[in-house]
């Protein structure tokens, strides 16, 4: 007699083996429904949504790696979502939020970084290929996707946290968006959280910083979006200045 589990056991593979590329559909849809939240004006919404977005691309490929499930088309998959989630769908968010008022500039503005971030993802793309070498850096070599495109955002952050207050004028988003674009581009050196280690006496420090940073962003999200662009170009220079100390050190 044949045994019957065999085949269910097949099945059963195949499906864990979709779920990544499922994942990465679902942070496809957060973005592009974050386009459509835009369009209506719900501009809270596409930003969470975004970060959703963000929040699913960090897990697809880890999820990928943890069930020996990787492939090329995966990897692929996962880079035309992010151009849609982090290159496309925050230039637009940032053009219908506040660059309407001059079309010209502020598209200009979008072209320029839907470009920068389609170049970061092909720059990633080809270093994924090449064999990693012993004095390869630890960090990333610009600024990432899903990074840049929270630091787009910072604007929106800026006006809603402070009640309009402090909202820029349709020329400096503008800027600020080919700024972050020329961030992704370049060669400097960016954090990474891939090679943190955490002692285990360490952990409930982590837990409890988690929880608190979930509850700042629940409570205070807007203020707390901004502190967190603030914290981490503050770290991109303070990577970018040691570097600079090391390359004039060895000249």
Do not use: Q
Not at 138 to 164: E, H, Q, R, T
């Amino acid at each position: 007699m044949t045994e019957e589990p065999k085949p269910l056991l097949r099945r059963r593979m195949h499906i864990l083996h979709l779920l990544p590329n499922l994942i990465s559909i679902l942070a496809l849809c957060a973005g592009l429904t974050a386009i459509r939240m835009a369009v209506e004006g719900r501009f809270g919404w596409a930003v969470a949504l975004i970060g959703l977005a963000a929040a699913l691309d960090g897990i697809d490929g880890r999820l990928a790696r943890m069930l020996k499930t990787e492939s090329a088309i995966g990897a692929e998959l996962d880079s035309l979502c992010d151009l849609v989630n982090f290159g496309v769908t925050p230039a637009l968010v940032l053009y219908f939020w506040g660059m309407r008022a001059d079309t010209s500039l502020g598209w200009i503005a979008v072209l320029i970084y839907a470009v920068c971030c389609m170049l970061r993802l092909a720059r990633f793309n080809v270093g994924n290929r090449e064999p990693e070498a012993a004095d390869k850096p630890k960090g990333f070599v610009g600024v990432p996707s899903p990074a840049g495109a929270m630091l787009a955002l910072l604007p929106i952050y800026l006006a809603y946290g402070f009640d309009n207050a402090l909202r820029l004028p349709p020329w400096a988003v503008a800027i600020w968006m080919v700024f972050v674009g020329a961030l992704m581009i370049s060669r400097m050196p960016t954090p990474s959280f891939k090679g943190v280690r955490i002692y285990a006496e360490n952990a409930r420090f982590i837990l409890v910083g988690s929880v608190a940073l979930i509850a700042a962003l629940l409570t205070y999200p807007w203020v707390t979006l901004l502190l967190m662009d603030v914290v981490y170009l503050a770290a991109i220079l303070l990577l970018w200045r040691k570097s600079a100390r090391s390359l004039r050190s060895v000249v």
